[in-house]
């Protein structure tokens, strides 16, 4: 698949957003995160629910892109 500068750019950002996240969430689970006030926790918390909207965003992102692509490919493979 032949992607643009930015699409490259676009799944970068979704690869280091979803290592971000899952570390976030995995945080939730450890002895320091009880150590936290209780409106921390919930800032964090908000922060994670926040961080999945954008993460579903460059998902949708990605998905029209690639989806593009392989139309416009199908289209230059058909025969003329």
């Known amino acids: 698949m032949n ?4 699409e490259r750019r676009v799944i970068d950002e979704h690869q280091d957003l979803t ?12 002895p320091t995160f009880s150590l936290f006030t209780e409106a921390e926790q919930m800032r964090m918390r ?8 954008y993460q579903n965003m ?19 493979e058909s025969p003329t």
């Open 3 to 6: 992607l643009t500068p930015h």
């Open 19 to 30: 290592e971000k996240l899952n570390k976030l969430r995995a945080f939730f689970d450890t």
């Open 46 to 53: 908000a922060q994670a629910v926040f961080m999945d909207g």
């Open 58 to 76: 460059l998902r949708e992102r990605i998905s029209a892109f690639t989806t593009a692509q392989a139309t416009r490919q199908g289209e230059d």
